[in-house]
T-cell receptor
Framework: QKEVEQNSGPLSVPEGAIASLNCTYS??????FFWYRQYSGKSPELIMF????GDKEDGRFTAQLNKASQYVSLLIRDSQPSDSATYLC????????FGKGTRLHILP | DTGVSQDPRHKITKRGQNVTFRCDPI?????LYWYRQTLGQGPEFLTY????????KSRLLSDRFSAERPKGSFSTLEIQRTEQGDSAMYLC???????????FGPGTRLTVT
């Protein structure tokens, strides 16, 4: 059974600080990795995807992938109250396998 | 067309009734996926289509569930003889040919009373 593990949180981060979200996955053959943001009552929104080892930056977001450790992370710089949401880590092999998500709360 | 659309957005039904949901993918997206999400959980895969062909079904998809995509465009998900455990958000996503990134619609929230 392929699994994606995330700490459910909540993770509380002061406004303006860096939020660090982590995820591990079980299938060593996984090729594509995603971070989705989900506000309460809404559907998931794709914010980052990464396929190669290393870092990928997009604005305030940086995704980090370490395939040897089967570890994916998301850094959010200059955290804003609007970043308060659940962040879903996902791995795909055609269908997406999601973690349960980490609730992030940015403290004003 | 700016995104995946789903209809209805909310559905309340009584146990034992049949319900049908519709999903319209982003234009030119040939893959269409159905997921189910309950409170506090990540979305769970149900089934997916490439064009009109249904390529995979989850073991979660009991015989009461059926999905179609007859012309390779929109898709429908039908649940027969609904049970209270079917209450969830039903999400549809689509992706471009050869792309792994999936984009979700707003979802249909089903409540079975």
């Amino acid at each position: 059974q392929k699994e994606v593990e995330q700490n459910s949180g909540p993770l509380s981060v002061p406004e303006g600080a860096i939020a660090s979200l982590n995820c591990t996955y079980s299938d060593r053959g996984s090729q594509s990795f995603f971070w989705y943001r989900q506000y309460s009552g809404k559907s998931p929104e794709l914010i980052m995807f990464i396929y190669s080892n290393g870092d990928k930056e997009d604005g305030r977001f940086t995704a980090q992938l370490n395939k040897a450790s089967q570890y994916v992370s998301l850094l959010i710089r200059d955290s804003q109250p609007s970043d308060s949401a659940t962040y879903l880590c996902a791995v795909t092999d055609d269908k997406i396998i999601f973690g349960k998500g980490t609730r992030l709360h940015i403290l004003p | 067309d700016t995104g995946v659309s789903q209809d209805p957005r909310h559905k309340i039904t009584k146990r034992g009734q049949n319900v049908t949901f519709r999903c319209d993918p982003i234009s030119e997206h040939n893959r269409l996926y159905w997921y189910r999400q309950t409170l506090g959980q990540g979305p769970e895969f149900l089934t997916y289509f490439q064009n009109e062909a249904q390529l995979e079904k989850s073991r979660l998809l009991s015989d009461r569930f059926s999905a179609e995509r007859p012309k390779g465009s929109f898709s429908t998900l039908e649940i027969q003889r609904t049970e209270q455990g079917d209450s969830a958000m039903y999400l549809c996503a689509s992706s471009l040919p050869g792309a792994a990134e999936q984009y979700f619609g707003p979802g249909t929230r089903l409540t079975v009373t």
